[in-house]
């Protein structure tokens, strides 16, 4: 755990006490700070009490004796509308903060020249977050992951010369993260997201924007969208920091950019020279992840030379397990390999799965549905051999695949594996897939989509264990 002593002696209100919640009270109590600690559910009441942090209803007290509000990153700070403990602290004066922002303050006291990477964007921040720590971790350093994927971020070792921090961070994160400066930062993409949250995609990409514009060493940015190309070339006008850019549309100057699964940048004169090749990778397949790898590289090339030495890259690339429920490769049975994406909750996730295959999908899909459903998924269509409908879904995307594509109504997860993968089986062809990429949200049938994930892998085991007899 990170002891915050930046507030020694001064009394810090915190909100929401979730897991990043609950480590951000030990955190600064640990560092001698008073702590009046409150959740808007009995529940994260309870939980807090039960872990012996201070609970102080935060309705009756006089908000002036704060020096700041830590606000947990779920709690809405400006849109649909400031949140009643926002709007308290702005009265009175007080700074409102995350959980990241503590622990970037606590770096400058503590250890300032310690290393941190940090990643952003709409799509691919997990894989990418996760690909650097491996690589830095097979290179033989002390790495620490987490942030907006797996450890809340005080939970993680102190920051130290010697030990690299890589950080995951979402738009929420970010807002509430004004003296964020990491040693090298990622932003991918931007694509409308999080409007709710945000207000307009304008509010959203400036948010972005903000992680690397503080960049102490170098800004890794994907330019492939209107929004990041432009906050690309509006660094590249300033003195700082350093900007490589990637790409996976065409050869580019002053970065990598990946095509037919290798990674490339330009050495003198134009010459192309390959960094790395991505080919027979499960886990960096389709093209997205072409475009995760060069920014990995990118971020990690960008870092001192001690943290670099004596790795190699290639070697790092093939030995990456990738993320559990995001083109995870669950089992093989006779010719068909059995596909975990429960993760791609939306279209435009799912689109990123369709695309990594040439065709013979054999394609699971359902659940609660998001808005506009999977329309946009129409390129893909003649990749599927067949659609198997489960979860609330069923009808509306019965109606969008209509006669595109064979499809039946599976109803649930298991008859719809257990029909996919005899269909698959059956059916000879090279390279079948059974793919479930469900293009929505779990909460009709599971509690989240790694349960969703999970029953899948399960299911695909049982298969295969009755398929060899056991």
Request: glycine content about 10%; aromatic content about 6%.
């Amino acid at each position: 755990m990170i002891r915050i002593t930046t507030f020694k002696d001064r009394t810090v209100a915190v909100f929401g006490l979730g897991a990043s919640g609950l480590a951000t009270v030990r955190a600064l109590m640990e560092g001698g700070a008073r702590v009046a600690a409150w959740d808007d559910s009995e529940a994260g009441r309870k939980a807090a009490t039960d872990a012996g942090c201070p609970v102080v209803d935060l309705t009756q007290v006089n908000w002036r004796e704060f020096a700041a509000l830590v606000l947990a990153p779920g709690v809405p700070l400006t849109h649909p509308e400031p949140h009643w403990t926002v709007v308290k602290a702005q009265a009175a004066g007080v700074e409102i903060i995350g959980d990241v922002e503590l622990f970037f303050r606590d770096r400058t006291v503590s250890a300032p020249h310690s290393p941190v990477v940090a990643i952003t964007g709409t799509n691919g921040k997990s894989t990418t977050t996760a690909l650097i720590a491996h690589i830095l971790r097979e290179y033989g350093n002390d790495v620490q992951l987490g942030g907006n994927i797996g450890r809340a971020v005080l939970t993680l070792e102190p920051p130290a010369d010697n030990r690299i921090h890589v950080l995951e961070l979402s738009s929420f994160q970010i807002d509430l993260s004004p003296g964020a400066a990491p040693t090298v930062a990622v932003l991918l993409n931007v694509t409308p997201d999080h409007i709710d949250r945000h207000g307009t995609v304008e509010h959203y990409a400036e948010v972005k924007r903000r992680l690397v514009d503080k960049a102490e060493g170098t800004a890794v940015i994907g330019i492939d969208d209107d929004w990041c190309a432009g906050i690309a070339e509006s660094l590249e006008a300033g003195a700082k920091p350093n900007v490589r850019r990637v790409s996976i549309r065409g050869a580019i100057d002053r970065g990598l950019y990946a095509r037919d699964a290798r990674v490339f940048e330009r050495g003198a004169e134009g010459r192309e020279i390959e960094r790395a090749n991505l080919a027979g990778i499960p886990t960096l397949r389709g093209s997205h992840n072409w475009q995760n790898a060069a920014a990995a590289i990118a971020a990690v090339e960008a870092l001192p030379e001690k943290f670099r030495a004596g790795g190699d890259l290639q070697a790092a690339l093939r030995s990456f397990p990738g993320l559990p429920h995001r083109l995870e490769v669950a089992q093989k049975i006779g010719p068909v390999d059995f596909i975990n994406d429960s993760k791609a909750t939306n279209a435009d996730s799912t689109e990123k799965a369709l695309a990594s295959f040439e065709g013979n999908i054999y394609w699971i899909l359902g659940g609660k549905p998001k808005a506009g459903g999977i329309t946009t998924l129409a390129p893909y269509f003649s990749r599927i051999a067949k659609a198997y409908l489960i979860g609330e879904a069923t009808e509306e995307f019965a109606a969008t695949l209509g006669d595109a594509v064979p499809f039946e109504r599976s109803g649930t997860l298991d008859v719809a594996v257990r029909n996919a993968a005899s269909d698959a089986l059956a059916s000879g062809k090279p390279g079948s897939v059974v793919l479930l990429s469900p293009a929505c949200a779990s909460y009709d049938q599971f509690k989240n989509f790694e349960v969703r994930g999970d029953a899948f892998k399960k299911l695909v085991a049982h298969l295969a264990a009755e398929r060899d007899g056991r």
